[in-house]
Structures are given as structure tokens and as C-alpha cells.
């Protein structure tokens, strides 16, 4: 009997006769069908992948562009053949996953580069939150040339999107890094965007402002208080949660 007939009349339960080839009488067991158990597992690929700040996984081609981008980061050349080949082509939210994984690595000037492209594409739409977040970065490693270059591209943006939470975050961040002026001045941007300053914007900005002994500008940003919210400046005793507001993916 073939090895594949005896396996499968195992399997369908029938007893199978096995005749020995020894010589002689040919002994004969009889063996019946025992209970077999499978179990198959697939393993799921997604676990290999790298994890974003905030859980969210890298596909492959992300994984890919991050580490070409990394690779070729030193070489102009070779810079520029991998955003041919990888990153342009890639769908909206993995070049927002590259971005933001970029700077989660302080990949500051290749966040940059993959940023500058972003603004490019006709599915781009600025959010404050994520200016706050790039901001954050590039200053906390020391690259207030590049800070200032996006502070000029969030001037220019023109169809931004306008996020309370997103503005106060980044007035924390500038006034954080004793850019005071540049802190005014996206308080003006906000206005002038139809974005309404909460409470929160005003206390950031007044007691932020007097903390870096600029009076005369926080006295400035109290009169725009009291059109808000009256004479009376009470709320600006309130504890103000230090929360950081990073850019969702949309």
C-alpha cells in the first residue's frame, strides 16, 4: 500500500490492513484511526512592523522610504533617485507616516525635504498641528533656521487649516524656545485666519509673554482679552494643562 492511499484511509477512519514483507506468514496488524488534532497558525505580519510614536504601523513601502531616505541622506544624488522612486509615489497617509517618522527619529532636515514635497501635492492641507509639531522638533535640535523657514511657510499657506488647540500648542512651543515675536505674530495669523482664541490661546500667550519680560506685548494681547472676554482677566489664574498636540493623520 502506498504511503498516500495509508494516509488517507487513516484520516477518513478506515481500519487498514498492513501485510509485513519478512518472509513467511506475513504478520498482520490491524490500525484503526486515532483522533488527529491540526491546528494551523498564520502568523501576522503587521507585528513586524515598525511602530509609529503613536501606534500607528508603517506599511512596507514606508518602511522602505524611511531607511532609503536615510541610507542616500548623505549624497544629493542619491537623495533625489530615492524620492523619485520611493517617496513620490507614495499614497497620501504613507508619506504623512514617513513625515512624522522621520521627525519622531529627529530626521529633522529629511522631514524637511519629505515636508517640502508634501506642500506640493494637491491633496496638502496645512493643519497648525502639524507646523506646531515640526516646529517643536527642528527647535528642540537646535535649527531655528529651519524654524524660521517654516514659520514663513505657515505665513503663506494659503488655505489653512485652522485649529485652536493647534495654535496654542505652537504658541507653548515659541514662547518655550524665547521666540516672543514670531509667538505675536501667529497670534495676529490666527485672528486673521477666522480662528477663534479660547482662553487657553490668551493665558499661553499673556503670562508666557510676562514670563519673558515682554510687558508691553502681553499688555497688547490683554486688550484683545477683554473684547473676548470683559474686564474681568480671573480665568487667566486657571491652571493651564501643558499638553502637546501632535498632527493626526487624515
Given amino acids: 500500500m502506498s504511503l498516500c492511499t495509508l494516509w488517507s484511509s487513516l484520516a477518513?477512519?478506515?481500519?487498514?490492513?498492513l501485510k509485513g514483507t519478512g518472509g513467511g506468514s506475513g504478520k498482520v496488524e490491524r490500525l484503526?484511526?486515532?483522533?488527529?488534532?491540526?491546528?494551523?497558525?498564520?502568523?501576522?505580519?503587521?507585528?513586524?512592523?515598525?511602530?509609529?510614536?503613536?501606534g500607528r504601523s508603517l506599511s512596507i513601502e514606508a518602511i522602505q522610504a524611511v531607511q532609503s531616505l536615510k541610507r542616500a541622506k548623505r549624497d544629493e544624488a542619491s537623495l533625489e533617485r530615492v524620492f523619485e522612486s520611493k517617496v513620490r509615489r507614495l499614497l497620501k497617509l504613507d508619506m504623512m507616516a514617513v513625515l512624522?517618522?522621520?521627525?519622531?527619529?529627529?530626521?529633522?532636515?529629511l522631514a524637511l525635504k519629505v515636508f517640502e514635497d508634501v506642500r506640493k501635492e494637491y491633496w496638502?492641507?496645512?493643519?497648525?498641528?502639524?507646523?506646531?509639531?515640526m516646529i517643536r522638533v527642528f527647535g528642540s535640535n537646535g535649527l531655528f533656521e529651519q524654524v524660521q523657514l517654516l514659520l514663513c511657510y505657515l505665513k503663506k499657506e494659503p488655505a489653512l487649516d485652522v485649529e485652536t488647540e493647534g495654535f496654542n500648542?505652537?504658541?507653548?512651543?515659541?514662547?518655550?524656545?524665547?521666540?516672543?515675536g514670531p509667538a505675536t505674530e501667529c497670534f495676529h495669523l490666527m485672528?486673521?485666519?477666522?480662528?477663534?482664541?479660547?482662553?487657553?490661546?490668551?493665558?499661553?500667550?499673556?503670562?508666557?509673554?510676562?514670563?519673558?519680560g515682554e510687558l508691553d506685548l502681553s499688555a497688547t494681547v490683554k486688550l484683545d482679552a477683554?473684547?473676548?472676554?470683559?474686564?474681568?482677566?480671573?480665568?487667566?489664574?486657571?491652571?493651564e494643562e501643558d499638553?502637546?498636540?501632535?498632527?493626526?493623520?487624515?
Fill in 100 to 109: 512624522q517618522q522621520l521627525l519622531y527619529q529627529n530626521e529633522c532636515l
Fill in 12 to 17: 477518513s477512519g478506515r481500519a487498514v490492513e
Fill in 191 to 212: 485672528k486673521t485666519s477666522g480662528c477663534e482664541p479660547n482662553k487657553s490661546s490668551f493665558r499661553i500667550l499673556i503670562k508666557g509673554l510676562e514670563s519673558k
Fill in 32 to 54: 484503526h484511526r486515532a483522533a488527529f488534532t491540526f491546528t494551523v497558525s498564520m502568523r501576522d505580519r503587521s507585528q513586524n512592523r515598525k511602530q509609529l510614536q503613536r
Fill in 169 to 180: 500648542a505652537l504658541f507653548r512651543t515659541l514662547i518655550g524656545f524665547d521666540m516672543t
Fill in 243 to 250: 499638553m502637546t498636540v501632535g498632527y493626526k493623520y487624515k
Fill in 124 to 133: 496638502h492641507k496645512p493643519k497648525v498641528s502639524l507646523y506646531a509639531e
Fill in 226 to 239: 477683554k473684547k473676548y472676554f470683559g474686564e474681568s482677566m480671573e480665568f487667566l489664574e486657571e491652571e
